[in-house]
């Protein structure tokens, strides 16, 4: 069995940072692209950020400046910080891998079970 884990969600007052991480734990055999995403309630989920295995992002324009997405490809983790935090930032955060199981070939999108990030003062 694979699974995503988040941590690092909170409540922050408009103007402050949080720094979101997620692990990947099982039989890990590969992770092509990971994200993060966000929702909140009455809205679909939207990309907020992806990193390839190679290094390579991608940003949704309302966070470009702001978040900064990282990963470390030997620990199967990656991680989004995010500075300059708004109240419009408020949602719960969701981590996704492109995975490969062990001993497997095919790749699948496997989510984490969300994180709640409150911007309020």
């Known amino acids: 069995q694979v699974q995503l884990v988040e941590s690092g969600g909170g409540l922050v007052q408009p103007g402050g940072s949080l720094r979101l991480s997620c692990v990947a734990s099982g039989s890990i055999g590969a992770i092509n692209v990971m994200s993060w995403y966000r929702q909140v309630p009455g809205k679909e989920r939207e990309l907020v950020a992806a990193?390839?295995?190679?290094?390579?992002?991608n940003y949704q324009d309302s966070v470009k400046g702001r978040f900064t997405i990282s990963r470390d490809n030997a620990k199967n983790t990656v991680s989004l910080q995010m500075n300059g935090l708004k109240p419009e930032d408020t949602a719960v955060y969701y981590c996704k891998g492109v995975v490969r199981r062990v001993p497997e070939s095919r790749y699948f999108e496997l989510w984490g079970q969300g994180t709640l990030v409150t911007v309020s003062s």
């Open positions: 990193i390839t295995n190679t290094g390579v992002t």
